[in-house]
């Protein structure tokens, strides 16, 4: 197995310009954290930070991916389209869930996701 | 060694995103974390600039940090913040450290190894995203994905509207 | 294949299978919409189902061909399984004969079932029966007369069980059923092995794999065996004919149904239709259980005092007596008396259904007696069914006795057989003494004397239309379907050549095969038939006359005497059957023991309580914590991309 790859993380510190893999990296740390932040969180909202990561690390690595691979001259802004798209996808769905989260709080008088365990068992 | 102001700008912007999604997931008080959020979704806006697409950092100030943001803190002001009656235990903070650290890997195992992506980045041409072609692409070729992300857009509306009106009868939502 | 069709003989077919299908369906779904809940609908269809099959046989006059309709569809795609209609002259007979008996027992059954708690589904089933019985005769492959076949036995089930709140009849319903399926047995077996060895259930391949010595050998005789088996099961044959006695529980016109025309004839049918595929040595086996069994039901019949019984037992000694007459290659002969047979068995049950009916379901015949008094027009037409069936000259059934009976006189004399020969021709004669014996045994008991029972006789009343009408039309037949004068139109229609004339006409090869030759053989012998003639008619008038001696004229007052020596016949035919259920019960013991203890024990409640463990401890995970959900979720995904990317 080569790690050569390693190496070009490295090569923002030595050589001009950016490159696919720090982006991806990057997007990769912060699907992690918004994945701990989900789990670990007991707030509702909480969960809801931790989606918004999730997402954004989703539409960087479209659009780095968009940046740096080779396109035909006719292409269209593919990356861009895709992110407005699903950032509309998230702001209706941080609607939704804030909705539901006002509904939640209105009935059980908390947001804590461990109390709404009615369909437990 | 030569260094560009791109890779100083970009280690600037990193440093501004891992801080504040590392104090969104591990600090305790909610609305800090969703403050310090403020600063993940600002460095991805400078991201987008440093990708050649203002266009795109415009739309993620806008509705993130000028929408979703204010949403969510709208959220934690509007709910109920008594809480933290119980903590998570060892054993599930140990199964979910591990369980990302093996996601993280996942995730970053073709990153690493992979040699396609070495060979197709030494192209010079980088992809350049104007406003006006993506105004023409919405309207010519993506309508049909762009009518249905108005229609999302307007059923997500009523419905939000829907769930959240208050119901004096019991059978609420 | 193209179902809309010009073809007018296909129409014909199609419709007389279709039409009782459909009606079926009415009937089940429909009934409060229904006048009189549908048995009118199901006897007019019947009436127009006996009337398509009369034209068909009609056209198939006209025409003076082999094969009317032949027609194959490939039933499933990319394999050799065909579906098909295969109409020759032989289905033809059957065809009418089958729409005939169904379309009297429905009209029988209007009156007789009247007022009945299941009486839609009464006919539900008959007309389900029906379709069947027809589906049977109408395939031209294996597989879809197998499934025929069950079709009929499930609808036996049934209608047996049709009283079920009865302990015996449901008790005979299953018997029926269990025996029939024993037989089925060696019929599976048969189509595996002609799967095997010819590749095709197709009748036609079958014939053209004899032809060319694909199907040859021990191969040929398992075959053979195995049908054979399966037609023993289905035509109560000895040992299997434990069941057909015992089906008497069921309504009576149902009985007339499946005595004439279409549970017990689809045995003899079978053995008919395939009759090329039997060698000489499984043919010699036939003959004697047919001789066997023809012998040993007459016995049994003459000490029955149940009327519906001795019919039964009747009917056992017919089916022996067409046994017989396959096994001595006269085929044509059997057929002819399958058909002569179905009439005047018909007539008599009929006869016995509306003698019951009209004395309060009163069966034992030493309680009636004088009853022809009171009855008139049942005792006539049950004479001339009676009269019929013993074989009295000139009425149909002493044409396809004497047929069968010259067959088997030619089949020992040809010297084929090297010891033992006279056994098959004095059994037969034997048999017909004691059908005439029992027949008018019963037929004095019932209808002449003094009344033994006068609340039964005073309150008996005859037939009324819807009795009365299948009754003359049954007697009518039994007395000239077998030609008044001579039998000779059903050796023209259907002669003893009909087979290979048939597969030479289908398949264009003309088939030269063992069987074939022989039964040639015996058409040139035909010198036998005047001492036949003599000898059954004298036979016959012996029979009567000892019959009248012991119960008309009351000589010999003693009956339990004579009749002693037959109980032990009936003893031993209660043993035989005993004797294989016994063994079957010691092993059903043993695989009850390894039921018990290994699947039971280990097994079953093994995986219940595994089960019952895992999920006690699965539902621990089933927490409503939506967070440990998603865990689980997550981890799911990882697990999912490291398999799919190895």
Known sequence: MEFNKLSSLVSLFTEPGTQLEHYLFISGILFTLGLINCLLRNNAVGILIGIELILNSAILNFMAFWHFLPQGSDASPSGPLAAIFIIVLVACESAVALAMLLNLNFKSGTIEVDRANKMKN | MEILGENICFIIITAFILGGAFLATFLKDITSAAFSLFFTLFGIAGYYILLNSDFIAVTQVMVYVGGVLILIIFGI????RDFNHNPNTRLKKISVYLTSLVLFSIVLWPIITSKKLADNIKGDRYALALTSDIGEALTTDWIFNFILAGIVLLLILIASAFLIRRNDSSNGI | MNYITDDLNLNLVLSIFFLPACTLLILAFFKQYLFRRGDVLATIIMGFCLFFACQLLLNLLDTKSWTLVNQSF??????????????????CIMLVIITLVSFLVHLFSTKYMSGDIRY??????????????????????????????????????????????????YKAAIKAFIVTKIGDLGMIISLLICWQAVGSLQFVDIFTALQSDVLSGTTRTIFGLGLFFAALGKSAQFPLHVWLPDAMEGPTPVSALIHAATMVAAGVYLLARLFLVFDNETLLYVAYVGV??????????????????????????????????????????????????????????????ALIYGAQHEQSILK????????????????LCTLALVGFPLFSGFWSKEAILTGVLNFSSNGRLEDNSNFLVLASFATVFLTAFYMFRQFFLTFTGTPRDQEIYENAKDANWQMFVPLVVLSVLALVAGGVIDSSWFRNFY??????????SLTGIALELDNLVYTQGLLQAESSQQLVTVWSIALVFGGIIASSIFFYFNYGSNLNRFSAIFIYFDKLAKTVPNLLASGVNCFAKLITVFDNLILDKIITQGT?????????????IQSGNVRNYFLFSIIGIIVLTILLTN
């Open chain 3, 292 to 353: 066997i069994t023809a012998i040993f039901a007459a016995c049994l019949a003459t000490v029955q005092t149940d009327i519906k019984r001795v019919l039964a037992y009747s009917t056992i000694s017919q089916l022996g007596l067409m046994f017989l007459g396959i096994g001595v290659g006269v085929y044509s002969a059997s057929i002819f008396h399958l058909g002569t047979h179905a009439f005047f068995k018909a007539g008599l049950f009929l006869g016995a259904g």
């Open chain 3, 495 to 504: 002669p003893q050549i009909s087979l290979e004339q048939q597969i030479q």
């Open chain 2, 77 to 80: 002001l509007l709910t109920n």
């Open chain 3, 368 to 383: 009636f007696g004088g009853l022809r008094r009171k009855m008139p027009k049942i005792a006539v037409c049950y004479l």
């Open chain 3, 120 to 169: 839609n589904r009464y006919f539900c089933y008959l007309l389900l029966f029906t379709t069947s019985m027809v589906g049977l005769v109408l395939a031209n492959n294996l597989l879809f007369l197998f499934i025929f076949w069950e079709l009929v036995g499930i609808c036996s089930y049934l209608l047996i069980g049709h009283w079920y709140e009865k302990t015996s009849a």
């Open chain 3, 74 to 91: 490939n039933w499933i795609k990319n394999t050799n399984l065909q579906g098909g209609i295969l109409v020759d002259r032989l289905t």
């Open chain 3, 608 to 620: 219940t309580s595994f089960l019952n463990f895992g999920g006690s401890k699965l539902s621990l």
